[in-house]
C-alpha cells in the first residue's frame, strides 16, 4: 500500500439515494489528493460483514468488539468491497464486472496505490444512519444533501427501482425514532413509490436531528446546489481543506451548463452532464396526481417544514435556515421571487 490513511483527512457525503451525491461525490474527488470509496456500507457491493442495509448504530459505546475492530480496519484500508451486479446494467457492463471488477473495487485498489492521497472520501448514501458514529471514530466532515420527496421519488420512478422500507423497519431504536408514524401492517404491505417517500422522511429526519449535535455535518439542499453548483461546489472545496481549481470549476460549470440536454439518457441511473434548468420539472412531472398526492401525505410532517409550499422546491425560512446555514450571504429563495426555475443535477 502506497499511501498511509491513518493520516489522512476524512470527508463523507451522504443523504438518501438519488439526491445528488453521485455528482458532488465525483467533484470533490477530482484532485489527485483525494481517494474516493463507493458505497462501502451497502451490503449489495460493499465491505463483506457488512450485511444490514441503512445500518444505524447511534453511538460507538453500542458497537461489539467485532463491529469495532471492522471498522478499525476499514480506517486503515484493510478491506476488500464485493463487486455488484445491479439488475439494471447493460449486457457490457454485466460482462465486465463479472470477469473484471465493479467501480466500487477498482476505487480501492487505486486508493491503496495513491502516493498523493491525503484526504480519504466517503461517497455512501447507503451509510445515511452511521454518519455519527463514523464521525465519533475518526474526526469528520460530512455533506449530507437533501431533495425535495417529488422530485426524489420522481427519479427512483424515472429508473423503476423497486424500494423497500423493511431494512429500516428492521432495527427497533431506527423505527422508534424515525419511522414512529409508520402506520401500515408491514414493509411489504406498501408501495414501491410509498416505501421511497417513508425512505425520503426517515432519513431526513436522521439528518437533521444529527446536525444539531454534529458541527461538521453540513446539511445542502439539492435545489440549492442545482440552481447555484459553482457556488456551492466552491463552498465545499473550502469546507473539504481543498483547492478550488480552473480545472474544478470547468468539470462543474461543463456538466451543469444550460448548454446540457435537459433529459437524462433512457435507463442512465447517473447521467451527470445535464442542464440543470428542468430536472425538478422533470423528475416531479413523472409522477400522476395520485402519486404526487401520497408521497406528499407521507412526508408531509417534515416537508411542510422545509418547503413554502409542498409541490414546489423553493425552501421555507425555517428551510432555508436549515439546508443553507452555511452559505453566508444568500438568499436561496431569491430565484423564485425572480422568476427562477430552481431546478436539480441528478435526475
Given at each position: ?46 465491505i ?75 461517497k ?30 420522481g427519479?427512483?420512478?424515472r ?12 432495527q ?22 410509498e416505501a421511497?417517500?417513508w ?20 446539511l445542502?439542499?439539492?435545489?440549492v ?10 463552498f ?8 478550488w ?11 451543469t ?28 412531472g ?50 423564485a ?11
Open positions: 500500500m502506497l499511501t498511509e490513511p491513518e493520516r489522512h483527512r476524512w470527508l463523507l457525503i451522504t443523504g438518501a439515494p438519488r439526491s445528488g451525491t453521485t455528482f458532488l461525490g465525483n467533484v470533490l474527488s477530482l484532485p489527485r489528493e483525494v481517494n474516493s470509496l463507493l458505497e462501502p456500507f451497502n451490503p449489495h457491493g460493499g463483506p460483514w457488512v450485511k444490514q442495509r441503512y445500518l444505524y448504530v447511534p453511538r460507538a459505546a453500542e458497537l461489539t468488539t467485532e463491529q469495532r475492530a471492522h471498522f478499525e480496519d476499514f480506517f486503515r484500508y484493510r478491506f476488500v468491497q464485493r463487486t455488484y451486479v445491479h439488475r439494471g446494467d447493460s449486457s457490457w457492463a454485466r460482462w465486465r464486472k463479472r470477469i473484471l471488477f465493479g467501480s466500487n473495487v477498482l476505487a480501492v485498489w487505486r486508493a491503496k496505490l495513491n502516493p498523493w492521497a491525503k484526504v480519504t472520501l466517503i455512501d448514501p447507503i451509510a445515511v444512519f452511521l454518519t455519527e458514529l463514523l464521525a465519533e471514530l475518526r474526526p469528520l466532515v460530512t455533506f449530507a444533501l437533501v431533495r425535495h420527496p417529488l422530485s426524489y421519488v427519479s427512483l420512478k429508473l423503476n427501482w423497486d424500494f423497500r422500507v423493511t431494512p429500516l423497519l428492521e427497533p431504536v431506527l423505527r422508534e425514532r424515525y419511522l414512529f408514524d409508520f402506520d401500515a401492517e408491514d414493509g411489504q404491505s406498501v408501495s414501491s413509490l421511497a417517500a425512505t425520503w422522511l426517515a432519513v431526513n429526519r436522521y439528518l437533521l436531528d444529527a446536525a444539531e449535535r454534529q458541527p461538521a455535518l453540513h445542502l439542499s439539492h435545489e446546489l442545482s440552481e447555484q453548483p459553482l457556488s456551492a461546489t466552491r465545499c472545496y473550502e469546507r473539504a481543506g481543498l483547492n481549481t480552473p480545472r474544478v470549476e470547468r468539470y462543474v460549470h461543463g456538466r451548463n444550460s448548454a446540457n440536454k435537459p433529459k437524462p439518457r433512457q435507463g442512465v441511473a447517473h447521467d451527470l452532464r445535464r442542464s440543470s434548468k428542468d430536472i425538478f420539472t422533470e423528475s416531479a413523472l409522477l400522476d396526481a395520485r402519486e404526487r398526492d401520497r408521497v406528499l401525505a407521507i412526508t408531509e410532517p417534515l416537508s411542510r417544514r422545509l418547503y413554502a409550499r409542498l409541490d414546489k422546491p423553493e425552501l421555507s425560512v425555517e428551510g432555508a435556515a436549515l439546508l443553507t446555514r452555511d452559505f453566508a450571504g444568500r438568499s436561496p429563495t431569491a430565484g421571487a425572480q422568476g427562477a426555475r430552481p431546478s436539480g443535477i441528478e435526475a
